[in-house]
């Protein structure tokens, strides 16, 4: 499938862990959603006050959350003989990775950013965390249950997607930049502090923080 301006500006700037799928033998996914969206009328997705204002985006490019239940079947059906047990199927508005397989909560939770990037991966993402549900692990068990049935093996993120950091610590030693989420307490730059031990001549300093940014804004 062609690739858009968005996909390959997103692309160029991915890691390791993104990858092509291989070719796979059922249907393109465009194809499939289009079928289901002439059979099935879409559904009011289920997403946090966050992303309200994005939603109607949603109806028209990724398939409804009921779409993906029937997306479930198909593919028990089409590769399990039907005999997988059916888990909650959700949208997750802030997750970064494309999906993710709670077993817990019996919970598939489909990440909204990466495939409002990458929308026909949705098929792929759906089969990969199906697998999960009987092979927890990336292992040699789920490698080949990949392989058998077309999906990709790792769980893939994309780096554009992550949130900024919450905090940007600076080394005023050697001008080095440690964007962060979490606030460092005793921490000095790995750079310039020998041994890997913490030197407190090289302790770094807190230069922005989502607060401070947050105030500048209110002025
Ligand atoms: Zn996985
Ligand atoms: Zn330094």
């Not at 160029?12 to 033998?25: G, T």
């Not at 949130?163 to 460092?184: H, W």
């Not at 041994?195 to 407190?200: E, Q, S, V």
Request: charged share 30%; aromatic share 8%; net charge positive.
């Amino acid at each position: 499938m062609k690739k858009t301006k968005r996909q390959l500006k997103a692309l160029a700037a991915l890691n390791l862990d993104l990858f092509e799928p291989e070719v796979i033998s059922v249907p393109a996914p465009a194809t499939i959603h289009a079928r289901i969206r002439d059979c099935a009328r879409p559904a009011a997705v289920a997403v946090s006050s966050l992303d309200e204002v994005e939603a109607p985006e949603l109806a028209t490019e990724l398939p409804s959350v009921a779409e993906l239940y029937s997306l479930f079947d198909r593919y028990n059906w089409m590769y399990f003989e039907g005999a997988l047990p059916r888990p909650s199927v959700e949208y997750s508005p802030r997750m970064t990775s494309a999906g993710a397989y709670l077993p817990g909560r019996r919970l598939i939770r489909m990440g909204l950013k990466y495939h409002r990037i990458f929308p026909e991966e949705i098929a792929d993402t759906l089969k990969h965390e199906m697998i999960h549900i009987i092979h927890l692990k990336h292992d040699a068990a789920f490698k080949a249950e990949a392989s058998r049935i077309g999906a990709s093996l790792r769980a893939k993120s994309h780096p554009s997607l992550r949130r900024p950091p919450r905090y940007i610590y600076v080394c005023d030693n050697c001008g080095c930049e440690y964007p962060r989420q979490k606030r460092l307490r005793m921490a000095s730059c790995g750079t310039c502090s020998t041994g890997g031990r913490y030197d407190r001549r090289f302790k770094l300093r807190l230069k922005d923080s989502a607060n401070r940014r947050q105030k500048t804004l209110r002025r």
